[in-house]
């Protein structure tokens, strides 16, 4: 895509009124150019052909042909950004996509046709104008990949992290599985994670992460002392920090307020890690759109503690990694892959950092 030319999108909706609804939403968009709509999966198919968009926005649900084989196909034929945006209730059907190819997701308020549908707007748009950022090949090398197995060997337990903290926003599900999903065993360091991701799905997510990897995941609750091979999750819709209480270092929850331009906020939880944890913190920033994290690595390295960014050779969208890199506090810029062998091995030196700032330029 130009920089300036219009985000050319296709709609998929059995719903007509959803269609009518999710089409006025982007229409009104000075960036965004509704090109078509379907009402099925074999109608959506052949218009992504025909049309060649740049994004196509799917409901899970459709006759013909369902979203999964849609994903499917179009990943195989025409890799193509989606954005689910469905009304189906189990958080399991919007991880199986994006596992399948979708970049991110919102959820209808109702599978029903209601005025309500409209409150996604401006999430919808929001994600939407992102996809400029986005490099779809990205995602295809990550469609039904499997990470290496990383063993603990010989490493010293001493040299080891003892928390670490990611951020990660578009693209971060998918990342954060292939990241943990590498440990052959759990490691001996526990992990606090703030994904951008909303309410009702951040415990399906860490349940998800507690089945399918060595980890134990959990969505964070508040009051939780942090446990080796353990990864607690901030929830949807909260900001999720770290305390002392009697000597102790313990989770604790923080209502979002309108006010908040990232919920949950890798800010916050990097600045409360690094005040509680120290040199004992390894701070890491995935894939995303926005500076969410920016401001916390600072305080990850005035407190001592080591930042490893996600390289731009495999990031979904470089946003928030380029922006961590940009602060010249980052000590390794590492592709996804070798990110889980960096927190077994322990890094431990800022003799790198800055060293991969040429990949920003």
Same mark, same amino acid.
């Given at each position: ?14 719903s007509a ?8 939403m ?25 049309? =060649? ?35 189906? @209730?189990?958080e ?5 996509a ?19 549908l ?22 295809? @090398? ?12 010989g ?11 990611i ?14 999903s ?47 091979? @353990?990864?607690l ?29 990232y ?63 940009? *602060?010249?506090?980052?000590? =390794? ?10 927190? =077994?091995?322990?890094?431990? @030196?800022?003799?790198?950092?800055? =060293?991969?700032?040429?990949? *920003?330029?």
């Amino acid at each position: 895509m130009m920089a300036r030319s219009l985000i050319r999108v296709l709609v998929i909706d059995d719903s007509a009124f959803s269609r009518q609804a999710i089409t006025r939403m982007l229409d009104a968009s000075p960036l965004v150019e509704v090109v078509g709509v379907a009402r099925d999966g074999e109608e959506a198919l052949r218009k992504t052909f025909e049309l =060649q968009p740049d994004l196509i926005t799917v409901d899970l649900e459709m006759p013909r042909m369902d979203g999964f084989t849609f994903l499917r196909v179009v990943m195989s034929k025409r890799p193509t950004p989606v954005i689910v945006v469905s009304g189906r @209730t189990g958080e399991e059907d919007v991880f199986r996509a994006l596992e399948l190819g979708a970049v991110d997701f919102v959820c209808k308020p109702s599978p029903r046709a209601t005025p309500e549908l409209n409150n996604i707007e401006h999430e919808l748009v929001r994600k939407v104008h992102a996809i400029r950022d986005l490099r779809i090949e990205k995602v295809q @090398t990550r469609i039904g990949s499997t990470p290496a197995l990383v063993q603990e060997g010989g490493v010293l337990p001493s040299s080891m992290p003892k928390v670490v903290a990611i951020g990660s926003s578009t693209g971060g599900p998918a990342s954060l599985m292939q990241v943990f999903s590498a440990f052959a065993d759990a490691p001996q360091c526990s992990f606090v994670v703030a994904q951008h991701m909303p309410a009702g799905f951040t415990r399906g997510f860490a349940e998800r992460i507690d089945r399918l990897t060595r980890l134990r995941g959990i969505e964070a609750e508040g009051g939780e002392t942090l446990s080796p091979g @353990t990864v607690l999750i901030a929830p949807g819709g909260k900001h999720l920090e770290l305390e002392n209480i009697g000597g102790r270092v313990v989770t604790r929850l923080i209502a979002a307020d309108s006010r908040d331009k990232y919920t949950p906020s890798v800010d916050r939880l990097f600045e409360s890690a690094a005040k509680h944890v120290g040199a004992d913190l390894l701070a890491v920033v995935l894939t995303g759109m926005g500076d969410d994290g920016r401001e916390g690595v600072r305080s990850v390295h005035l407190g001592g503690g080591s930042v490893i960014a996600e390289s731009e050779s495999t990031a979904v969208i470089f946003g928030m990694p380029q922006q961590a890199i940009r *602060t010249g506090l980052v000590d =390794q810029v590492l592709p996804l892959g070798e990110i889980a062998g960096a927190i =077994q091995m322990g890094y431990r @030196t800022s003799s790198r950092r800055g =060293q991969d700032h040429e990949e *920003t330029s």
